[in-house]
């Protein structure tokens, strides 16, 4: 049996932890599923995933070969494309990831932009807060913010942006401006994805910066959630620049105490392309880099 068609259903299987699910998928009969994995199990002599009525989930060396079959499964794909013409229309799926209101403020826009242009292309978009394994979740782009851990994957930097403090004007009208971090200690604070009854903002980045522990008047569970607060009067919040560009123009926001700001954190894309690199990922990099570099907002 191919092997390149055993790594294509198992790693079906792997991923949807159901040999039915899998079978729908790929458009196969189940038996046809059940016995290209017990093939390859054969064949290899180990055990890769764990079977019961309930589940299936794959075993320590299972995931060791999902993760290798994942990287040659792609690279075959890329070979294809390669041989087909380094410049190929883009067509195919294309997975990408962004925090989350990064992604509906910036990504999604473009995206939609993206396949409008491209109409062969079809994407799934990840908008988490976390830092998604691209590997082991399959996703060919990312966009992440803040320094790059040391990786195989390529970059590109498209911009930077800021921790900032704001308020809407009414409240600080009312409640004044703070001029130094330890005055916001006198002041009605709000803090985002906080589980802890008492927040540490730092100031500065040199052996000079200074950090406060605060208690917020309200803490909530998401950034947009901050925003709505302030933008109501509610205190003062800590954000990123991006997520209050569009308030602070229309004058709904003011920031405070930019003179303690940190330093800028860069904005990357990320991608898994090899070297020539498959035409959907090339392209979707280079729009969305073009796109973010000329956003104002975030350079």
Known sequence: MDRFHQMSVYVAVAETESFAAAARKLAMSPPAVTRAVAALEEDLGVKL????????????????????????????????????????EPRGHLTITAPVLFGQLYVMPQVVKFLQRYPDVDVSAMFLDRVVNMLEEGV??????GALPDSTMRAIRVGQVRRVLCASPDYLAQYGIP???????????????SISPTVEWKFGDDEHSKVVRIKPRITVTSNDGAISAVRNGGGITRLMSYQVAEHLQRGELKTVLGEFEAKPLPIHIVHREGRHGSAKIR?????????????????
């Open 179 to 193: 001029q130094t971090p330890q005055d916001l200690l006198n002041h009605q604070i709000v803090a985002a994805s």
């Open 49 to 88: 995933l764990n079977r019961t009525t309930r589940y299936v989930r794959v075993t320590d060396a299972g995931q060791r070969y999902l993760d290798d079959a994942r990287r040659i499964l792609a690279e075959v794909q890329e070979a294809d494309e390669v041989a087909a013409g380094i410049n190929a």
């Open 140 to 145: 060919d782009v990312g966009i992440r913010i």
């Open 283 to 299: 392209a979707f990099v280079d729009f969305m880099a073009q796109a973010l570099k000329e956003n104002s907002a975030l350079n």
